[in-house]
């Protein structure tokens, strides 16, 4: 995975999240992961399978393949 903004998927997490007016914090909560992790996954230090990727479209009111659009770039 690309780390920084150079990733497409790692842009895509941080604008929906910023569209939904959500914190890090808020996003890992729903999760069920560590603040740490979301961030680390943001950062690009950590790739997200799938289970994770539906859940983030869950939280963004987006459709997955929109997520997986970007996962797989």
Do not use: H
């Amino acid at each position: 995975m690309c780390e920084g903004n150079n990733n497409p998927f790692i842009n895509y997490l941080k604008e929906q999240r910023q569209k939904k007016n959500l914190t890090q914090e808020q996003v890992a909560e729903r999760m069920q992961v560590s603040t740490a992790t979301m961030s680390a996954i943001e950062r690009g230090k950590i790739e997200i399978d799938i289970r994770m990727c539906m859940e983030l479209a869950g939280i963004f009111e987006v459709p997955v393949v929109d997520i997986l659009r970007f996962w797989e770039m």
